[in-house]
């Protein structure tokens, strides 16, 4: 395999107290070639990550000459240089689950079929199901638990018999392969995700290093084009920027419900022993954000798989006095696709689900040139469910589009039902939006009743200036009567542009424009 460049960065990070410390350049100093990590091949499998500098959440890989199968028993260990166990993946574990995963609540019982996501820096752990080892044509993938490895560490991995069923295979002894992880990266400022010749090769993985870089320290993960099978656990990381190479060629997706992990979530203090009760689960969502500030997305596309038939958020933004930013990105699920807290900015994105794909308690979320697209389902749908305070703008769409895929009937799709809390304000709002013969000419959805049932230009359901998607304005005389269209006064005051839009942020709108 050829080498890589790695490029020295100026600005080292000092991981014991978290300030930074200019580092001197080499004047006209060429940047060192680092030797990537090579192939072990053997006449029966070729193996993945072999020799020096792997990364430190490198998936292990097996291609055989036959087609593999997974056994039901027997175990893979990974070793440090001590012979003590660092991970370590049983296949009965993993065989039950396939069988018959039962719903992950905080009393499961912790097994290797199951993942604590996140790091000590981070200080919490999530607890979710994953699947450790995968067949995809003649190669065995084995994803190795989050934050198991160390940097510059050596390892081995044995692989017991009867964990894989393949020609001429009986498994992996002591010493017979062995690598050694890279030195944590020189740059704190960028890192990258993707094959091998990256920094990282989960996006994880460097969410966990920017959590060691200090939570204020500014920080962006740039993940190469590809599809990344994993969930993400991002806590207490201020100033993170997860930017993909487009948002069609950078996917992030999962398939989690409420049917597998009950609940949006949190997270706990230590890893569990096997055996032991899990505690808080770790949601149903593909994402999990917890008390972050300035997390961004951009040129990338977020995806739970699941489908039809439960709670399945792609990102639950579990940030009160939080801000969150998308630029250029997709949402994609079905039902819950986004859960909202705190301070939100969607620009030029595109969110795609069924009932209440728009939901939770924001302070602020605006949409601004943005697609909401319906899917299809049988019952038709609801884009936005909100549950904010009073006098909070709540969810905003600004010159939208709101569209639907085929098979989406005429008149199904509702702009918003309330959840029926009367001690929460149903703040939703569309200015200058285009709307699809999908949206029923009542506009929103009528029971249970919203709150305010009288709504003001501050809360309750709002539109302004709403329009087809030929570009003529609609006619709303039939709209539910518990919504109003509000004057040009408050559209200037209060919805016009962003800066209006956010005027009430404690942070100012700075970071809007």
Known sequence: ???????????????????????????????????????????????YPSGVNACVDSYLTLEFKSVPRLGRSGSIRILDQSGAVADVIKMEDIAASHDARPQLTGTSLFTTAMDAIGSPAAGRYRIVYYDPVKVEGN??????????????????????????????????????????????????????????????????????????CGQSHEMVISVSPGVYEEQLYIRSKNHLTIRGAGKESTVIRFDNCNAYTDGVGSGVTSVPELGEAVGKAGGRSVVLVENCDMLRFENISLENTHGH???????????????LIAVNCNFIGEQDTVELKGWCLFRDCSLTGDVDFIWGYARTALFESCEIRSCENANGGYIVQARCESGDRGFVFLDCDITAESGVA?????????????????????????????????????SPAPNPSAPSGENGWKEYLSR????????????????????????????????AIFSDCPEGTDWVL
């Open 1 to 47: 395999m050829p080498a890589a460049a790695v490029i020295l960065a100026l600005i080292a990070c000092d991981k014991t107290s978290g300030n930074e410390n200019a580092a001197v350049p080499d004047s006209g100093a060429e940047p060192p070639v680092m030797e990537r990590p090579s192939d072990l091949v053997t006449e029966v499998y070729t193996a």
């Open 139 to 212: 190669t065995v993938t084995v994803r190795l638990h989050s934050d198991r490895l160390g940097f510059g560490q050596t390892y081995s991995v044995e692989i017991g018999e009867g964990v894989i069923e393949a020609d001429g295979f009986s498994g992996i002894g002591a010493g017979k392969w062995t690598f050694t992880v890279m030195p944590q990266p020189e740059k704190d400022t960028e890192v990258t995700v993707g094959s091998r010749d990256c920094d990282f090769m989960t996006v994880q993985g460097a969410v966990n290093f920017a959590n060691s």
């Open 309 to 323: 038939g439960s709670q399945a958020e792609t990102v639950y933004f579990n940030s009160n006095d939080g801000r």
């Open 410 to 446: 005429d008149g199904s799709v509702y702009l918003a039902r309330s959840g029926g809390d009367g001690s929460c304000f149903d703040n939703v709002t569309y200015i200058g939006c285009r709307m699809g013969d999908h949206i029923a000419d009542a506009g929103w959805y009528s």
């Open 468 to 499: 087809n998607m030929s570009g003529m304005f609609l006619d709303v005389s039939s709209r539910y009567s518990g919504s109003r269209q509000i004057s040009a006064q408050e559209y200037e005051s209060l919805y016009k542009d962003a800066a």
